[in-house]
C-alpha cells in the first residue's frame, strides 16, 4: 500500500496488519445491513441525487428529507425546475439555510437544459461545470447517481479516515492535498466496491464515528482503528462552530422569512418600526421574530443591501420583494 498521508502532509505507511481490503469489506458490509433508508439513496433520478447533495450542504438530513422530498414531488426534473420563478424556488428552500444555493441550483438546471438536453451531467468534469457544484458535489454525484468511481471527501469521510489510518481524533481544520491524497489510495480499485466505501465511510462519519460523541462499541472497524490503538489521543485544536445569534446569518433569515410570507411588496418602514407591522396579517409573525433580534440600523441595514446584492431580494419603489 502506497503511503498514507497525515492531514498536515507528512506521511505513514498504512499498518500491514490493516490491509485496505479488509476495511474495505467491513465497511461496505456494515453499511449494506445499518445504511438510513434515506429517499436519495438507491432507486432516485440523477436530478433527485443532485438536490440532495445541493440541500445537503451544511444542512443535517433531518431538516433536508422533508424538503427534498416536496421539491421533487413539484420540480421532479431539471426542466420542471428551470421553468419555476426564482421567487418560488427561495419559498420552497423555506428555512434549509444559505439560499443562495436555491437560486445556484436553479441556474444549475438551466445549464442542465440548454447545454445537456435536461439530463444531469454524468462525468465529474462536466458536474463541475455547473453553477454551485463544486469538487465535494461533482464527486458525489458522478458516483451516487451514475456509479462512477470517484473519490468522494465530505466532513464525514475526512473524520473517518483521520481516526481509522491517521490516528488523529479530528482531520485538519481546512481540507488539505494530504487528504485527498490518502482518499485517493484508500478508494477500492473495483467500480462498484468504490461506490460503496464511498457511501459506507460518509455514513459511518454521520451516524458512528461523529465529531463530539463517537459511538465506537458500534463500530466495524473499531479493532482496526489506529486512533483507538493510540489511546484516543485529544483532538490538536478545538473546532469552532459558526455562531447564530446575533449574527448578519440570523438577521439576513429573519428577513428572508418575512419576504416569503409575503404576497407583495414590503415597505421599509415595516422592517424598522415594530407598531407599523401590527395590522399586516400574513407578515405580522414573521416581523416580529425579526423585531425581537432588536437589530440595531446598520446590522439591518447591511442585511437588506446584501440580499438585493446577492439577487435574494429585489427593492423597488414599493419596498422589498424576492426576486421575480
Known sequence: MPPAALPGGA????????????????IISW??????????RGDCSPWGVLVSE?????TPVVRVQPVWEQWLER?????AFAAA????????????GYPRRALRLHAAAAQIVAHHGGRVPTTYAELLELPGVGSYTAAAVAAFAYGRRTTVVDTNIRRVHARLVVGQALPAPALTAAEMTLAAQLLPQDTEESVLWNAGTMELGAVVCTARSPRCNQCPVFAQCAWIAAGQPEPSYIPKGQPWAGTDRQVRGAVMAVLRAA?????????WDPAAASNHGELAAELDKLHELNTHAPQLERALA????????QHTDAGYQLPR
Not at 420540480?75 to 426542466?79: D, R
Not at 404576497?263 to 422592517?271: G, I, N, R, T
Open 11 to 26: 506521511a505513514r505507511s498504512v499498518p500491514d496488519q490493516v490491509p485496505p481490503p479488509l476495511l474495505h469489506s467491513r
Open 31 to 40: 453499511f449494506q445491513q445499518e445504511a438510513r433508508d434515506l429517499p436519495w
Open 54 to 58: 445541493i440541500m445537503l450542504q451544511q
Open 75 to 79: 420540480w421532479p426534473t431539471p426542466e
Open 85 to 96: 420563478a426564482p421567487a418560488d424556488v427561495l419559498r420552497a428552500w423555506g428555512r434549509l
Open 263 to 271: 404576497s407583495l411588496p414590503v415597505h421599509a418602514d415595516l422592517f
Open 306 to 313: 446584501g440580499l438585493v446584492t446577492d439577487g435574494l431580494a
